[in-house]
């Protein structure tokens, strides 16, 4: 996959450099409305099963489970995973692939589990230009799946491009579920 790796260091490279300034104005929103460190650091599993520390700025009043009113509009449009370019940039992460979890939650090393670990967590993929949080657990874990056994570059620049709008869009409206009746035969 040197193709996709010359994508992901050349992408976020000039993405940085495109995106400095909405990165400045960001750091200076998270700075400027509530006290705390600017970026949170935390350990996922990446290829391989490496831990690294993956950067996101901060959304919440530090030492509580409290967004602030810039962290939600942050998560609402991405915004607040741009500093994983810096990720991307170093190695560790990919533009698009499944997304980075915890080492404890990122399986046992056998099948799905496994397969997950074989590829770099990125910052987009399936799961984010499907419904993002919207979608059951399940459901995120089946579109990794697929993206892994599915992997061509011409896939990564279609959900590339499908990204922007959804993050432009911010999320869907939440909507209440219906129940469906279900045929037994």
Excluded at 129 to 148: C, F, K, N, Q, T
Aim: proline share 10%; hydrophobic share 45%.
């Amino acid at each position: 996959m040197p193709a996709k790796r010359a994508v992901d260091l050349t992408g976020s490279l000039i993405l940085l450099l495109l995106l400095s300034p909405v990165l400045l104005a960001v750091t200076a929103a998270v700075a400027l409305t509530s006290p705390g460190p600017v970026l949170t650091l935390q350990d996922r599993a990446g290829l391989g099963g490496r831990t690294f520390a993956m950067l996101t700025f901060r959304t919440r009043r530090a030492g509580t489970r409290c967004s602030t009113p810039v962290g939600r509009a942050l998560r609402d449009h991405f915004l607040d995973e741009l500093p994983q370019l810096i990720n991307v940039a170093r190695g560790e992460m990919s533009l698009v692939g499944p997304r980075p979890l915890p080492p404890e939650n990122s399986g046992p090393a056998t099948g799905a589990g496994r397969a997950r670990l074989g590829v770099r967590p990125g910052i987009t993929g399936l799961w984010q230009i499907s419904g993002r949080s919207e979608l059951p657990w399940e459901e995120m874990a089946v579109l990794d799946l697929h993206y892994m056994e599915e992997y061509w570059l011409g896939l990564d620049l279609l959900i590339l491009a499908r990204t922007l709008p959804a993050a432009f869009a911010g999320p869907a409206p939440v909507r209440p579920r219906r129940a469906r009746p279900v045929r037994l035969a």
